[in-house]
Nanobody
Framework: QLHLVESGGGSVHPGGSLRLSCVGT????????IGWFVQVPGKEREGISC???????YYTGPVRDRFSIFRDKEKNTVFLQLNNVNPMDAGVYYC???????????????????WGQGTPVTVSP
């Protein structure tokens, strides 16, 4: 059965770093585009980064120069490296399997069909 499990969240100081992991079981992450989304209370889940099967990477404006998405094929894992974190980055981070090899241009939740349980990130001094 297909599963995604996120980990690596936690509390970080402003300016600090975290590495989030998204491990897949029951399928190969390399066969699909994989996205990272963040959700804060009272708001819609928002796409922030995505990696297509051809290696193309997408980032939203606020994270483009600070976050990095990459794959580890041997571990069947997609990572999201968060650098220079600020309070606006706080939220629950979800990874998701795309319905296609490149669901990245729109980063719409409707283009993804399997989700992990989320890992929380808090930012505090």
């Amino acid at each position: 059965q297909l599963h995604l499990v996120e980990s690596g969240g936690g509390s970080v100081h402003p300016g600090g770093s975290l590495r989030l992991s998204c491990v897949g079981t029951g399928f190969s992450l390399d066969d699909y585009g994989i996205g990272w989304f963040v959700q804060v209370p009272g708001k819609e889940r928002e796409g922030i980064s995505c990696i297509a099967t051809n290696g193309w990477k997408y980032y939203t404006g606020p994270v483009r120069d600070r976050f990095s998405i990459f794959r580890d094929k041997e571990k069947n894992t997609v990572f999201l490296q968060l650098n220079n974190v600020n309070p606006m980055d706080a939220g629950v981070y979800y990874c998701a399997k795309g319905k296609s090899q490149n669901p990245c241009p729109r980063m719409s939740p409707s283009d993804f069909d399997s989700w992990g349980q989320g890992t929380p990130v808090t930012v505090s001094p």
